[in-house]
């Protein structure tokens, strides 16, 4: 199993068995879901349209991969990224914007 399927699984469960009141749970549960389900479906590896020098992690981006629209699909200039991370980063800017307000 991949380190980022882990940290899907983990992230999922975490945000479900204990924040499930706040707006940033259900931003990152949806990433981390969306993660672990196009993980999951193409055998355990993110398809990735760029390099896949991890071999453990990726695996290029086919016809035959499923759910297309939750993997690596998008670039930058740090490398590919999917919908599941971008959604991840919103939840977690989130619970830090809502702790550092909290803490006013």
Request: net charge positive.
């Amino acid at each position: 199993m991949s380190i980022k399927t882990r940290i899907a699984i983990w992230t999922a469960l975490s945000c479900f068995l204990f924040w499930r009141s706040e707006l940033w749970f259900l931003v990152m549960f949806l990433g981390g879901t969306s993660n672990l389900v196009a993980v999951y479906l193409n055998g355990g590896k993110m398809p990735s349209l760029g390099d896949c020098s991890h071999p453990n992690k990726h695996k290029p981006l086919t016809e035959d991969s499923r759910l297309k629209p939750l993997c690596d699909v998008h670039e930058s200039r740090f490398g590919h990224y999917s919908v599941g991370d971008v959604l991840l980063m919103v939840g977690w800017l989130l619970n830090t914007v809502g702790i550092l307000v909290r803490a006013r």
